[in-house]
């Protein structure tokens, strides 16, 4: 059984920075394409960023384009856990953020990934 548990959320001022994590149990993390998504109040969930491995230890990582130059996707797999790092954050971008694994070559899309924590929520005061 894969298991996701994000931690990290809380109350931010606008302007500030954000770290998020994810630690994951079961399977074999280094394998799994790791990706964050978010949703925020009265929103559909939305892909935020994904690190996939394409082959040895070598990963690619991809962002939503509202996200890009202000967030970093990361990876320790001697730790399984993936980190979500948001610069300059603004109101917009208070949510809750889950992480997602999945076993195959993931993409921005939800039904891409078979496994998800039950998110940690952000929020961010102006």
């Known amino acids: 059984q894969v298991q996701l548990v994000e931690s990290g959320g809380g109350l931010v001022q606008a302007g500030d920075s954000l770290s998020l994590s994810c630690e994951v149990s079961?399977?074999?993390?280094?394998?799994?394409?790791m990706g964050w998504f978010r949703q925020a109040p009265g929103k559909e969930r939305e892909f935020v960023a994904a690190?996939?491995?394409?082959?040895?230890?070598?990963?690619?990582?991809n962002y939503a384009v509202s996200m890009k130059g202000r967030a970093t996707i990361s990876r320790h797999n001697a730790k399984n856990t993936v980190y979500l790092e948001m610069s300059s954050v603004k109101p917009e971008d208070t949510a809750v953020y889950y992480c997602?694994?999945?076993?195959?070559?993931?993409?921005?899309?939800?039904?891409?990934?078979?496994?998800w924590g039950r998110g940690t929520r952000v929020t961010v005061s102006s």
């Open positions: 997602a694994a999945d076993t195959a070559d993931g993409g921005s899309l939800e039904s891409d990934y078979d496994y």
């Open positions: 079961g399977g074999t993390f280094s394998r799994y394409t």
């Open positions: 690190s996939r491995r394409v082959g040895g230890n070598v990963y690619t990582t």
